[in-house]
């Protein structure tokens, strides 16, 4: 199976929040100390609005 780096930077962050005790860091300080660009950290961690899904 072949990822794409958006495939494969969504279980990296779920993994770095789901390791983070007490508060969960900002998508910037997330996207910094993975050394990864803002807007593709922004993405993964996107909410849709209500009633719509991804």
Do not use: C, I, N, S
Request: glycine share 6%.
């Amino acid at each position: 199976m072949r990822l794409t780096r958006f495939t494969d930077l969504a279980p990296r962050v779920l993994m770095r929040l789901g390791a983070e005790e007490g508060e969960l860091p900002a998508t910037r300080q997330v996207a910094a100390t993975m050394d990864v660009p803002y807007a593709h950290t922004a993405k993964v961690v996107e909410v849709p609005p209500a009633g719509r899904t991804a």
